[in-house]
């Protein structure tokens, strides 16, 4: 699973961008619940989610 590069989202318009924020956050979330329920996961999944919704959220600040 590699990075998203940033200009393969530039083009996203602004709903798109909103919508991978909401799932991203979601995700985000499944994945804290599952280390406090102390779940398999690897860790790198949760940084990468985390790097990821960075980039959208700078974006969607971008276009405002």
């Known amino acids: 699973m590699s990075l998203l ?3 393969n989202i530039q083009n996203l318009s602004s709903e798109e961008i ?3 924020i909401i799932n991203l956050k979601k995700e985000i979330l ?3 619940l599952k ?3 102390k ?3 690897k860790p790198h999944i949760f940084k990468y989610k985390k ?4 980039q ?3 974006l ?3 276009k405002i």
């Open 5 to 7: 590069k940033i200009k």
């Open 18 to 20: 909103n919508k991978k």
């Open 30 to 32: 499944h994945l804290k």
């Open 35 to 37: 280390i406090a329920t």
């Open 39 to 41: 779940q398999n996961i």
């Open 51 to 54: 790097h990821e919704l960075a």
């Open 56 to 58: 959208l959220l700078m």
């Open 60 to 62: 969607e600040a971008q």
